[in-house]
């Protein structure tokens, strides 16, 4: 006869199971909030502050868009970079316009015609969303120099093992 039976629950921790999401934040910019006139043409037009974390395993290096989708003649790249080392967790504000990310990383044209970042510049009138696109990628991105976004987005494809987008707006 039995008194009792006693009932182990063995199970596997959590932790072996959770993946890292990949965020990115930046000190300057609110989710959903205006971006700070310093990061757009009518301030400094200089580039943000920007931090990101749980970079997935596999990463090798990051790729960064930031692009206006409400520009008049369809989407407008504002920054281009790429082949940031995975080592990496942030980029500081002011990176120059220049084909080196200071670091590490390389940047593509924008939609300006210009190396690097340009910021929020719309048109007078109703107000603009700015997505900061980060691609963790498993690869070098292979493309040549003064590449621009759409070469960027189709080098990565099927090379992303995670990406975050941090959006801003700004009106003028």
């Not at 009518?42 to 989708?69: N, Q, Y």
């Not at 007078?124 to 696109?133: A, D, E, I, M, S």
Request: glycine letters at 12%; aromatic letters at 8%.
């Amino acid at each position: 006869m039995l008194a009792g039976l006693i009932i182990l629950s063995v199970g596997l921790p959590t932790c072996l199971f959770a993946q890292s999401q990949l965020t990115l934040t930046s000190p300057v910019i609110a989710p959903g909030a205006t971006i700070p006139a310093e990061f757009a043409c009518t301030g400094a037009d200089r580039s943000p502050e920007l931090s990101w974390s749980g970079t997935p395993k596999s990463t090798v290096t990051f790729a960064l868009i930031v692009d206006d989708p409400d520009a008049p003649g369809g989407t407008f790249f504002h920054w281009v970079a790429y082949n940031i080392p995975a080592s990496r967790t942030s980029l500081p504000a002011g990176i120059p316009q220049s084909a080196e990310i200071p670091a590490g990383g390389k940047q593509g044209m924008n939609s300006f015609g210009h190396l690097g970042y340009n910021g929020p510049c719309p048109p007078p009138g109703k107000t603009h969303h700015y997505r900061f696109h980060l691609y963790a990628v498993d690869s070098e991105v292979n493309v040549g120099d003064q590449a621009d976004a759409p070469a960027i987005q189709s080098a990565i494809k099927g090379h992303v093992a995670g990406d975050t987008e941090l959006v801003g707006t700004f009106q003028r």
